[in-house]
């Protein structure tokens, strides 16, 4: 945590969590944005993505564990409707919130790394309404440089993410670069179309 606090304090931590007009396009396909839901950016940082979402009517909450990045998240959030809170996504769920209270979960370049991967997403099919969705955004091992592994997912790792959820949907990598974007659906929700192979 404290090398993240440092990185953040430094001004780093911002090149991976940028976002494209391409990566806009494929998360309104996939994700299909409701106004009104509710939705947790898990691993925020920045809070980059959690103003797009609240620009788009959800109800935000940004989870972190690197208090420098909350700082500066809140900055630019100013007086925005926007809630952030200091968490380990690998230490449960946060205080207050509950199971089948949320329709939307966003893991932006975090899923790479966590230790135990299987425990946090399970605990977000929790978190999820029924026709809930949980948008992972991953660097692809296979297509980045071997210094930006620790960020990515190897393609193994990105097909077995749709273990256990009804419906999973994903773009072409052309989508969205050297990275993968996937969509896994709670309770055989409607999904954006067929499954499209090929991260």
């Known amino acids: 945590m404290a090398d993240w606090d440092r990185a953040y304090a430094e001004g780093e931590g911002t090149g991976l969590r940028m976002i494209s007009n391409a990566e806009m396009i494929e998360f309104r396909r996939l994700v299909r944005p409701v106004r009104g839901q509710v939705a ?30 909350l700082i500066r998240a809140r900055t630019a959030t100013g007086e925005r409707r926007l809630r952030y809170l200091e968490h380990d996504l690998e230490a449960g769920s946060p205080p207050g919130l509950e199971p089948s209270s949320v329709d939307l979960v966003v893991c932006r370049h975090s899923l790479a790394y966590l230790i135990d991967r299987e425990a946090f997403i399970d605990r977000v099919h929790g978190w999820l309404r029924p026709g809930g969705a949980m948008y992972v955004l991953t660097s692809v091992r296979e297509k980045v440089p071997e210094r930006w592994w620790p960020a990515g997912l190897t393609r193994a790792e990105i097909d077995g993410l749709g273990q256990g959820w009804d419906s999973v949907a994903r773009c072409e990598p052309s989508c969205v670069g050297r990275t993968a974007a996937i969509v896994l659906r709670k309770d055989g929700a409607p999904g954006p179309g067929p499954l499209r192979t090929g991260a």
């Open 40 to 69: 947790v950016d898990a691993g925020c940082g920045l809070g980059i993505f959690s103003r797009q979402l609240w620009q788009l009517g959800y109800d935000v909450t940004g989870l972190d564990w690197s208090r420098q990045a």
